[in-house]
């Protein structure tokens, strides 16, 4: 995976990498609150034309799921995206709305990226968006590649990655906060 990585970032690829981020009601994680998304498109033609690329984010709150209001346990940072205008979209709609973001150039490498990324893509599967799942090239869990730079067992939480590598962090708990960390 990191031999993977390592490739993309000196330019043996174009890709598009895709984060995510989803929350849910912390008194029933059945019950998916907010879905962020942010995509970061790299090209080998640097210098050539090519571009380093944009970042881009969206989020999305589940309108018929909006007023589950976390709190008890967790922050509610609902509110709180800075990096754009949140949406509401129906949750009859919100796969489709995921697979008109999750688009990338052709033959670009689709790469996802997440902390604790197995929940996230749980998730994403209670949503709809499950075979859409085999269209990435790689997976990257933040989490799991901390475990190895830091030759742990021991899993680790985002605020406390971010604090470890001196990133200052805050409103974790809006669905796209950690994506642009």
């Known amino acids: 995976m990191l031999k993977s990585a390592v490739e993309i970032f000196n330019g043996e690829g174009d890709c598009t990498f895709f984060s995510i981020d989803i929350e849910s009601w912390e008194r029933n994680h059945d019950i998916v609150t907010e879905v962020g998304l942010t995509k970061y498109t790299l090209s080998t033609k640097v210098g050539q034309g090519g571009t380093i690329g944009e970042k881009i984010s969206d989020h999305m709150i589940i309108k018929e799921h909006r007023r589950y209001k976390n709190g008890n346990y967790v922050a509610d940072a609902s509110g709180s995206f800075e990096f754009g205008n949140s949406r509401l979209v129906p ?8 697979m008109a973001f999750m688009c990338a150039p052709e033959n670009y490498q689709r790469i996802l990226v997440g902390h604790d990324i197995n929940a996230d893509i749980e998730y994403l599967r209670k949503l709809g968006y499950d075979d859409e799942l085999k269209d990435f090239s790689m997976i990257f869990d933040t989490a799991e590649i901390w475990k190895a ?11 406390r990655l971010c604090s470890e590598l001196d990133i200052s962090a805050w409103n974790l708990h809006n669905a796209g906060k950690g994506l642009q960390l």
């Open 91 to 98: 949750l009859a709609e919100i796969k489709e709305a995921i």
């Open 149 to 159: 730079f830091a030759d742990t067992f021991d899993g680790i939480g985002l605020s």
